[in-house]
């Protein structure tokens, strides 16, 4: 994964911070990979920023045209689903935060 | 590294995503933890959160309780100096995003 290419601010950030477990790898990597390519055909998606490092713990951050698209994402039947395992197996603690991006700078 | 112990919202967030380069592991890793720890001390500092993957790509979120205490982080000069070296040695790109943020969920 790389920069998200979002267009001037105003727009709004989803950064979802979290602790993998060490439990269904596997699992864990295809529905991440499934909810990152739903999220980008949802309407107002602007892209994705997404890092982990070796002890687990993980930043992704999703960009959005406004706080209803984020709603919308939030209620996605397939990404409820994939919330529901990620609190029971995937996620040992996560905190999520809603956010109105401002400003920004970029070297790219 | 682990999760930013934030308070009730709103509070403010610096998102910043960066691509490392492979030069000067030693002196990057001094520096940043320096950075870290004089964030720390600063007033309006609520928290950090960061991670990088095995491809070099991080994010680093810190939060703040206001933007003039965002405004004097970024205009301190141990920080200034740190940036200079990022841009010229340590990153091979970089977007910072200055965000409010109005929402959060904690499941720890």
């Not at 790389?2 to 727009?11: G, L």
């Not at 209803?68 to 990404?79: D, G, N, P, R, V």
Request: contains cysteine.
């Amino acid at each position: 994964m790389s920069f998200a290419n979002t267009p001037p601010p105003p727009y709004y950030a989803v950064i979802f911070t979290s602790q993998r477990t060490e439990k269904d790898s596997k699992g864990y990597k295809r529905t991440a990979e499934l909810m990152v390519e739903l999220a980008s055909k949802q309407t107002g998606f602007l892209g994705v920023e997404s890092s982990r490092d070796h002890d687990g713990l993980g930043i992704t951050v999703s960009y959005w045209d406004s706080l209803e698209s984020i709603k919308q994402w939030k209620e996605h039947m397939a990404h409820q689903k994939a919330k529901e395992k990620g609190k029971k197996d995937w996620y040992s603690a996560y905190i999520t935060r809603i956010c109105k991006v401002d400003r920004d700078y970029h070297s790219i």
